[in-house]
Nanobody, 123 residues
Framework: VRLVESGGGLVQAGGSLRLSCAVS????????IGWFREAPGKEREFVAA?????????YYADSVKGRFTISRDNAKNTVNLQMNSLKFEDTAVYYC????????????????WGQGTQVTVSS
């Protein structure tokens, strides 16, 4: 299982970015996908997750609820994270992760990880 993130970059506070996670696996719909982030000097933290199959269940950290939206496209083996109203404190490396099970907010439960994409929000 291989995951590749894209879409990171530099944006002003209040702006938007759309991250994508492309997953190379035959049975993509069987995998729950999570997004996590790691800021300098901080531990990796949960951002959002989406359930396997239809993705009917989504989960968000309180800090991003109402601003970020996670979605999946099983036809393209892709999960997107739409990030609006970005804040300086959203600056971090963002990682997507996959597990062949129910979605969870715990990073340790995810089996496969991408390399990360940098998001920098200028104040």
């Amino acid at each position: 299982v291989r995951l590749v993130e894209s879409g990171g970059g530099l944006v002003q506070a209040g702006g938007s970015l759309r991250l994508s996670c492309a997953v190379s696996v035959f049975t993509f719909e069987d995998y729950a996908i999570g997004w996590f982030r790691e800021a300098p000097g901080k531990e990796r933290e949960f951002v959002a997750a989406i359930s396997r199959l239809t993705g009917v269940m989504t989960y968000y950290a309180d800090s991003v609820k109402g601003r970020f939206t996670i979605s999946r496209d099983n036809a393209k083996n892709t999960v997107n994270l739409q990030m609006n109203s970005l804040k300086f404190e959203d600056t971090a490396v963002y990682y997507c992760a996959a597990r062949n099970n129910r979605a969870t907010t715990a990073a340790r439960e995810y089996e496969y990880w991408g390399q990360g994409t940098q998001v920098t929000v200028s104040s």
